[in-house]
């Protein structure tokens, strides 16, 4: 089956980069149309898109946060790394990896708080 | 980008209720492929989010029937046929016909 997990520091200063791990099992990231994304929920707030990877290394990202993202793939190793520069308190969020642009399948979400 | 509204923000139901949430596009959400990418995820409290609905109508694997999707174009509906204590959550629709993707605010649905 499916199943992915997200990994990385819990807590991050400002202005520092984070960086998040998502390791998953059940699929592999060179089949065609296959692809990893994440997404990000602030406590008590909705979801929102970040990024997403395919299997062809085609790279999308949201516009307001793109100059900051960057995703990467390790087919070898089953990983997608995201890494977010100058991150501010306003970044505090659970970030969620999921398989494809359908969502189909979560992780179970980081915490990451961001603070002095 | 493609704004998703949903509607209402909030769904106090009485169990064995039915409950209906509606989600509008701020374009149409037909792709190129003739598909349409909208999606409903539910999300319980402390949990992640799960598929529910994809491409409007299809329930995903081990999704009870009693959950259904409808519409087109723009306007588009998840209802769920008989409410039980389970789907106290919060449900998002999303869309990912154009990039970037975007999500609904969300609907909690709470038990009268």
């Known amino acids: 089956q499916i199943t992915l997990k997200e990994s990385g520091p819990t807590l991050v200063k400002p202005t520092q980069t984070l960086t998040l791990t998502c390791t998953f099992s059940?699929?592999?990231?060179?089949?065609?149309?296959?692809?990893v994304g994440w997404i990000r929920q602030p406590p008590g707030k909705a979801l929102e898109w970040l990024a997403l990877?395919?299997?062809?290394?085609?790279?999308r990202y949201s516009p307001s946060l793109k100059s900051r993202l960057t995703i990467t793939k390790d087919t070898s190793k089953n990983q997608v790394v995201l890494t977010m520069t100058n991150m501010d308190p306003v970044d505090t969020a659970t970030y969620y990896c999921?398989?494809?642009?359908?969502?189909?399948?979560w992780g179970q979400g980081t915490l990451v708080t961001v603070s002095s | 980008d493609i704004v998703m509204t949903q509607t209402p923000l909030s769904s106090p139901v009485t169990l064995g209720q039915p409950a209906s949430i509606s989600c509008r596009s701020s374009?149409?959400?037909?792709?190129?492929?003739?598909?349409?990418?909208l999606s409903w995820l539910q999300q319980r409290p402390g949990q992640p989010p799960r598929l529910l609905i994809y491409?409007?109508?299809n329930r995903f694997s081990g999704v009870p029937d009693r959950f259904s999707g409808s519409g087109a174009g723009t306007d588009f509906t998840l209802k769920i046929s008989r409410v039980e204590a389970e789907d106290v959550g919060v449900y998002y629709c999303?869309?990912?016909?154009?990039?970037?993707?975007?999500f609904g605010q969300g609907t909690r649905l709470e038990i009268k």
């Open positions: 059940g699929f592999s990231l060179s089949t065609s149309g296959v692809g």
């Open positions: 374009q149409s959400l037909v792709h190129s492929d003739g598909n349409t990418y």
């Open positions: 999921a398989h494809s642009a359908g969502f189909d399948y």
């Open positions: 990877i395919y299997w062809d290394d085609d790279k």
């Open positions: 999303t869309q990912a016909t154009q990039f970037p993707i975007t």
């Open positions: 491409k409007i109508s």
